[in-house]
């Protein structure tokens, strides 16, 4: 199920399954509500999206229960999380997928709810997004490339070229938004060439993890998997998480991945990941584009967890091409 896309005046719900609204400074919530306001559309916020707990995330009972409330509203049309963090897995067996099966609208977050995203689309059927936060909208600088794309998926239906973004940055933009660096980008890199067009899976790499041996994890199948992860995941643990992957039964099912651009404080750099992409024998057969704008670095595109995507792995032209989304 792909969910209708979004019109002027549509009500967004922020919700925050992970870590709370609390944490975000006045200023940015302000500016990422003018940004969306001035979009055309109408934000709104859950119940508990503000809440500040003492413990590690606010009860489960009351991140579901916002879930809930987003899903059975008919007045929101598009439910846009706060920001990540480390336990909205902790939600999972506490989801009414029935409800969120008849209520299909946009679902739209990275990071940790790679966890909510991947398990809506494989109990439901229902096409989620990774792609910007509510907070990521608070940005004064290097925001026009993820918004462009936010707004493209979610306003258009025809196939659309993920092109890469001009330049990046990988500094804490929320602690000082004036002092900035950008880095020139030079697009996407190849490391095996091919084609493959399939259904699009992933998002962070160690949070999909999780899902590993239980019935939220989706099926490779057929899939074209997008991969990132940030600052925490250094070299050696990305090998293992991927490994990890790959022992999955329905792996050899993967036509195709896109690797999104790592952190500095990862120490992961192009030569250390292809010895470890070329140290799989598993991967040899498929096309494999890195280096790719979405992930823990700015800016980022929104692409979607159950629609269908083509990738060319040419050296020349790489292309990423969302064909429903």
């Not at 609204?21 to 306001?37: F, G, K, T």
């Not at 010895?275 to 979405?294: D, G, M, R, T, V």
Request: with cysteine; hydrophobic share 35%.
């Amino acid at each position: 199920m792909i969910p209708e896309k979004l019109k002027k005046g549509d009500e967004i719900r922020v919700i925050s399954p992970a870590k709370s609204l609390s944490i975000v400074a006045p200023d940015q919530q302000e500016l990422a509500v003018e940004r969306l306001n001035q979009a055309g559309f109408k934000v709104t916020f859950s119940t508990y999206a503000a809440e500040s707990s003492q413990f590690i995330s606010n009860p489960v009972d009351h991140r579901v229960t916002d879930i809930h409330e987003a899903f059975s509203d008919p007045n929101v049309k598009a439910i846009l999380t706060t920001l990540g963090g480390y336990d909205s897995n902790q939600l999972l067996n506490r989801l009414d997928f029935d409800l969120i099966h008849k209520n299909p609208k946009i679902f739209c977050g990275y990071s940790d709810i790679t966890a909510l995203s991947n398990t809506i689309y494989n109990k439901t059927g229902l096409v989620t997004y990774s792609g910007p936060h509510f907070s990521s909208f608070g940005m004064e600088k290097g925001i026009d490339y993820t918004f462009d794309h936010f707004m493209s998926v979610f306003t258009e239906t025809e196939p659309q070229n993920i092109h890469p973004a001009m330049d990046w940055s990988d500094d804490r933009w929320y602690l000082n938004q004036q002092e900035r660096q950008f880095h020139t980008n030079t697009g996407y890199e190849v490391l095996y060439e091919g084609v493959a067009e399939g259904t699009s899976i992933g998002g962070n790499l160690c949070t999909l993890n999780l899902l590993q041996g239980t019935p939220y994890m989706p099926s490779l199948t057929n899939s074209i998997l997008f991969l990132e992860d940030d600052m925490l995941s250094d070299p050696s643990t990305f090998d293992r998480d991927l490994q990890s992957l790959i022992h999955q039964p329905s792996f050899e099912g993967v036509l195709g991945m896109v690797i999104g651009r790592f952190q500095k404080e990862s120490h992961m750099d192009d030569d250390t990941l292809k010895q470890i992409l070329q140290s799989k024998k598993e991967l040899e057969h498929i096309p494999i584009l890195y280096n790719a704008s979405f992930g823990h670095t700015t800016p980022i595109f929104t692409f979607p967890i159950g629609g269908r995507v083509r990738i060319e792995a040419h050296r020349q032209s790489p292309t990423i091409e969302l064909l429903a989304y």
